[in-house]
């Protein structure tokens, strides 16, 4: 008996670590040059993110931002804060992949991988199997 629970224990605190190794992704997280936040979140045992701040929320008529270079013509009205930009990436120790990233500034979405080091998080989106770019996000406190 004493075997049973110390098994079904250790297996526990084995997920419990495991899934909190994951999900030191969490939080927010400050672009490049600082013009944006998003907010990385799990839903259903992937990572997503959203736009949750902007350092400009306005286009040049005082009217919100909107998802205006988006391909597919029906979603150039949806506002851009709020939008989610990251989607259904899968955690492997510090690296996340398998995920897509939009791009609202080209209206573009690439596949993508992720890698945490510390508050830094890199952010690489690709375009075929081997060209991507990468961009490092910082975590915001």
Not at 78 to 96: A, D, I, M, S, T
């Amino acid at each position: 008996m004493k075997k049973i629970i110390g098994v079904t224990l250790f297996l526990f605190l084995t997920a419990h670590a495991f899934a909190q190794k994951g999900d030191a992704i969490l939080g927010k997280w400050l672009s490049p040059g600082g013009r944006g936040q998003v907010e990385v979140y799990k839903k259903n045992n992937k990572y997503f993110g959203k736009i949750v701040w902007l350092k400009v929320t306005v286009d040049k008529n005082g009217k919100p931002l909107t998802d205006r270079r988006n391909l597919n013509l029906s979603l150039r009205k949806r506002p851009v804060l709020g939008l989610e930009v990251l989607k259904n990436c899968n955690v492997k120790g510090k690296y996340y992949d398998d995920g897509t990233i939009y791009d609202p500034e080209s209206g573009k979405t690439y596949t993508c991988n992720l890698f945490l080091n510390g508050n830094k998080l890199k952010v690489t989106g690709f375009v075929g199997m081997f060209v991507g770019r990468t961009d490092t996000w910082t975590r915001v406190n």
